[in-house]
């Protein structure tokens, strides 16, 4: 049985001078895009995301120290995986300061953190650059949590991961607390989870079904509609008995996407035309198919009367939750399907819906639409935690906390 996120204790629990002159580690999730040519921040969004619980401890006088992932190095030092250029960024957004370490290991950093003056920040080096960090190693987990007294999480996007900084150095405090951005995605995804607003509205995208059957299977039993789109209707498709030619599809998916569709057929929603080519190529000619798709065509986005059939759908008010893309929308000629329903969801919440929008491929595709992030009322940091839990999974890095 999964506890309730909603009984977790938040930043929102304790007064600012609470944390006065107190040393606090902030789990934060910085695994931002890097342009590794110019060796530039691509997209800020996971940084900005955290400035409020930031802004709140540095206005508290705490002592910050900040330790998040980038990538996949790991256990080893990789240079374009460096969160040097992310503490930079953070220091022009909050205009201060920010210390960088580059391995708290070996630098004495508690008795650094104990010189510095309330309200300052610090930043360590990639956790994964230590491979004890993913596999929670017990040493490890303590050394990190000897920095600080006081333990907040501020990513939510890896608290379905049982590692040192998200779950094994928590058990070490006393105070282990949730930070804003957590704290609200607590709060919209058991709002989803109980009592979600009808008519609820789920957008499945993305190419994989594997990925999300256990988060498909519950909402599609809470859901009044549900659109499947992206790679992930081709297997539908396919399923069904429909021509998809060359398509994406997931064969060992076929059987139970049968069950679910005969089970849930009056629910589902897919694609009635496509955008079709040749080869995954951005420079190949398209054209629109009607229902079958031709040999040796592949679908890379939804069609016009698919367009129109989805926008049908996205009226609100109600709930709505998307997570994934249309199509190959990286891909200018390809965009179009996942740029409507982008719009389609924002115009909803202005109708009075409740949307949620999960998963860094659906950000991406939100920016691309030019939709502003106040037109959607929450967009979800953690595409993998979100799944997990909507499927039933416990969030280690959210049960450990108070």
């Not at 204790?9 to 934060?28: A, S």
């Not at 709140?56 to 998040?68: D, R, T």
């Not at 009607?290 to 009226?315: C, R, W």
């Amino acid at each position: 049985m999964v506890t309730p996120l909603n009984k977790k204790k938040t930043l929102r629990d304790f007064p600012k001078t609470y944390f006065n002159g107190k040393k606090v580690f902030v789990r934060v999730d910085f695994n931002v895009p890097i342009n590794k040519e110019s060796n530039s921040i691509r997209e800020d969004y996971r940084i900005r995301r955290a400035l409020p619980t930031i802004d709140f401890l540095i206005e508290s006088g705490a002592k910050i120290i900040l330790g998040s992932h980038l990538g996949r190095p790991k256990g080893t030092i990789m240079k374009d995986l460096s969160l040097e250029i992310v503490s930079s960024r953070l220091s022009e957004l909050i205009n201060k300061e920010v210390l960088f370490c580059r391995d708290f290991m070996k630098d004495n950093l508690s008795e650094k953190v104990d010189d510095m003056p309330n309200g300052s920040v610090i930043m360590l080096e990639n956790l994964r650059f230590h491979k004890e960090e993913t596999a929670n190693d017990k040493i490890f987990s303590s050394n990190l949590a000897s920095l600080a007294e006081i333990y907040i999480n501020e990513a939510f996007g890896t608290s379905h991961r049982a590692h040192s900084s998200t779950y094994g150095m928590a058990q070490g405090f006393k105070t282990k607390i949730a930070g804003f951005l957590v704290s609200k995605e607590i709060k919209f995804i058991s709002r989803m989870m109980k009592e979600p607003e009808h008519p609820f509205l789920v957008i499945i995208g993305g190419s994989k079904i594997r990925d999300k059957i256990s988060a498909l299977g519950n909402l599609l039993e809470s859901a009044d509609k549900i659109i499947i789109a992206g790679g992930a209707a081709y297997t539908f498709l396919k399923a069904n008995g429909i021509n998809i030619g060359s398509s994406i599809y997931e064969e060992e998916m076929i059987d139970w996407v049968r069950e679910v569709y005969k089970k849930y057929q009056h629910k589902i929603v897919l694609p009635i035309d496509h955008v079709i080519s040749k080869s995954f190529n951005k420079d190949d000619p398209c054209s629109i198919s009607d229902k079958d798709i031709p040999e040796e065509h592949m679908a890379l986005d939804i069609g016009p009367k698919t367009i129109e059939l989805f926008n049908s759908i996205i009226k609100g008010p109600g709930y709505i939750f998307w997570n994934g893309p249309m199509g190959v929308f990286e891909f200018e000629q390809y965009s179009s399907g996942t740029i409507h329903v982008a719009r389609a969801v924002a115009l909803a919440t202005w109708r009075g819906a409740t949307s949620v929008v999960g998963g860094g491929e659906t950000i991406a595709a939100i920016r691309k639409a030019e939709v502003l992030e106040s037109e959607i009322s929450h967009m979800s940091t953690g595409g993998g935690a979100l799944l997990e839990y909507l499927g039933g999974s416990q969030l280690p890095g959210i049960e450990i906390l108070d």
